[in-house]
């Protein structure tokens, strides 16, 4: 039989028969012994587990952006993840009607929950996926035994845990798996939360301070604040993973990477610090913290909208394919062309572009954090939440880049009106190079975006997924010298682009360009 379309993946014909063995085993607990029914598990589930880890190590190979068959990696492990979970969920159940079997019930409780929280990690939000969590914890409860220690081999070592903490980690990291953290950076923070169990451990009732709430009889995940009804919930309090935050920030401080050992300790600190940052996001959620909105003010401007990355770039910044460099978001071919990406219909990288239809909207309100546009629904048609989006809101002002975070119906028939926030109005075009440390050569177009830090920490480059993908190393000149850099964690996404952030990896001198005299001599010369 032929293997998965990945790399690494096992033999799909003995996978179909492990299934089959899978299915059978919870039936197989009325017709054997619990301890027969209970070890043939344990083997299956140490299979799949050394099965799961080789394909993770290509997984974790350097990258902004998943590629077509990583991503089929992480659905195929997801899968076999949320199967483990299900037979376990069943055999536990089936043990629940037997007598004398709680301790192999209490086992099975908690490597479902274990797995529930693997499967989330591929991204894989489906809408089951909390009411079946809630279903196991609620076993947990009935046994009276959720707040119990219990020992579990994960990835070849004893890690201490409860059924509360297990529970509370995959509500996390469910929490977590959906924004823009890469395979890698998602496997530190599940790294540390296995460092963090004694944090994770839960209250059966409202704690002090904020708090996460996990309502047992809902399909919804954590939420914030005491409960309203008398429905079973646990508590998730903010301030142990807060301390756990900071303790991990002081290791880094000294010079030290706090994780747990194995492939995980050897990513890269941007990865840490992504995982730290997507962490804290989380943490500023849970206590209502927003940089919320600033104060709006009525405005009636008419002002022309320029959308998608290409068209920013090429219209509003007026970087020209007559100008030097053509405008391109992918490395230029050694015929000058451009090459081809996957991208929407208005953001074709190619040497020309043509003039998009002109956008006329107006300007409703506007503030520090955003504003409200509105416009004729077959002049904003292409424009969809998540779009980058500019326009200057008044003539001479600097050009502003948005993100649009709302679109609805506006009150006057055929019109829509457009919700946006603020990226940066210091926006600049940027001319960069593939380094030739890479042996690759192509010219391509990007936007700087300086941030709110003097210090440089915050800055960032507007540019498409795909030249964001991979850890290339690219060269632009500033003043009299040539940075080298490569882009090392996504700051924001949206549709067909990426804000990153960069690192520099070496400055060196510009060479000094000879003077018209200079080369009339050394053509006399010849």
Known sequence: MSALSFHGAPDEHGYVLLERRLRALPDAVFTSSPDDVLSEFMAMHARVDADVHAIKRRLFSPSLASRDDDKSASRWISAQHRRLARVARRMAESFERLCGVNDHALRLVALALHYMGESVKGHMKEFHFHGGLHALMKMGLASARHHEEIHLDVGGLAASCTLTSLYFRALVLARLAGGGLTFAQIEIVDAWMWIWMPALEGADRAPEGVSWRADL?????????????????????????????????????????????????????????????????????????????????????????????????????????????????????????????????????????????????????????????????????????????????????????????????????????IGLRRITSASQPVRATLSAADGVSGELTMLYVPGADDSGRNDAYLT????????????????????????????ERGRDWVMAGFEITAVRAAPVKATERERFDRRMRV
């Open 217 to 417: 009889d809902l399909n919804e995940g954590l939420r914030c604040g005491p409960a309203t009804d008398p429905g079973p919930s646990l508590y998730l309090a903010r301030a142990p993973i807060e301390a756990a935050r900071l303790a991990i920030i002081k290791e880094f401080h000294s010079g030290r990477t706090m994780c747990a050992p194995g492939d995980v300790a050897r990513f890269s600190n941007a990865d840490h610090f992504a995982a730290l940052d997507a962490v804290r996001r989380a943490l500023r959620g849970v206590r209502h913290e927003s940089v919320g909105r600033g104060k709006r003010y009525e405005a009636h401007d008419v002002v022309e909208l320029h959308v998608g990355l290409i068209e920013v770039m090429a219209k509003a910044l007026s970087v020209k394919a007559s100008d030097a460099p053509p405008i391109s978001l992918m490395p230029m071919s050694g015929n000058g062309g451009a090459t081809a990406r996957l991208a929407g219909e208005r953001d074709h990288a190619v040497a020309e572009l043509e003039d998009p239809s002109r956008r006329i909207v107006q300007l409703i309100d506007l503030s520090d954090t955003g504003m409200s546009i509105e416009g004729d629904e077959s002049d904003c048609c292409e424009v969809a939440v998540d779009d980058l989006v500019a326009l200057r809101p008044a003539p001479g002002e600097p050009l502003l880049l948005a993100r649009v975070v709302r679109r609805l119906p506006a009150p006057t028939g055929g019109r829509v009106v």
């Open 464 to 491: 498409s997924e795909e030249t964001a993908d991979g850890r290339s190393l690219f060269d632009t000149s500033v003043g009299e010298d040539i940075f080298t850099f490569r882009f090392n964690r996504v700051r």
